[in-house]
């Protein structure tokens, strides 16, 4: 079955610094991957898409790439700032049905000053 | 912009009451979903729907039905409740036009089951 991981639950590093987060996944080959923000108590917030002829997407401070051989997916964050400090989730098309969507569980950064 | 509404930010219930939780999406969504979210299990989908009066399982619809009469509401049920339901609820809204997949998020009901 479908299965994806996100690399360590808690990630820290220095304010200024870049961010990499990993998503990976197995049995499925995703048409598209999306990344979320999540803040403590609140929803996740849509951030980027990135589709499986797209080797790669920038969105001001955020670069996503997309290896489908690998069964990869990796979010930048660069010159990253403390307000940058939440979970990041990863989501891909479920593979019974392309109108849902299956959550990695996430991986939580901080940016510390 | 988007907004998708949840009837409550906190809630408590004793086991074995109805519990009825609400969302509302006002940006005329066909696809609405619910979701629990529980600390290492992430985000699981409870059940979603397609259009008005149309539903379908996710992956744990065990002990929870939905309700879909407007299209831009979407209700939650838990039958009966029990403390293993303890968790935050977050309910979610997709259009089924173009190629837009976002899902748009309310900002969750954390539920407590005494």
């Known amino acids: 079955s479908q299965k994806i991981e996100q690399n360590s639950e808690a990630l820290n590093i220095q304010e200024g610094k870049t961010a990499t987060l990993t998503c990976n996944y197995t049995?499925?080959?995703?048409?598209?991957l999306q990344w979320y923000r999540q803040d403590p108590g609140r929803g996740p917030v849509f951030l980027l898409l990135?589709?499986?002829?797209?080797k790669e997407k920038r969105k001001e401070r955020l670069k996503v790439t997309f290896d489908t051989t690998l069964k990869q997916s990796l979010f930048h964050i660069t010159a990253s700032q403390p307000a940058d400090s939440a979970t990041y989730l990863c989501a891909l098309p479920s593979s019974g049905s392309a109108r849902q969507l299956t959550f990695g569980s996430g991986t939580q950064l901080t940016v510390l000053p | 912009d988007v907004k998708v509404t949840q009837s409550s930010r906190y809630l408590v219930k004793r086991t074995g009451e109805k519990v009825f939780l609400e969302c509302v999406q006002d940006m005329d969504h066909e696809n609405m979903f619910w979701y629990r979210q529980d600390p290492g299990l992430g985000l699981r989908l409870i059940y979603f729907s397609y259009d008005v009066k149309m539903k379908e399982k996710g992956d744990i619809p065990e002990g929870y039905s939905v309700s879909r009469e407007k299209k831009e509401r979407f209700s939650l049920i838990l039958e009966s409740a029990s403390t293993n339901q303890t968790s935050m609820y977050l309910c979610?809204?997709?259009?089924?036009?173009?190629?837009?997949?976002?899902?748009?998020f309310g900002p969750g009901t954390r539920l407590t089951v005494t």
């Open positions: 049995n499925y080959s995703p048409a598209y």
């Open positions: 990135i589709r499986e002829n797209e």
């Open positions: 979610a809204s997709r259009t089924g036009q173009g190629t837009s997949y976002e899902q748009y």
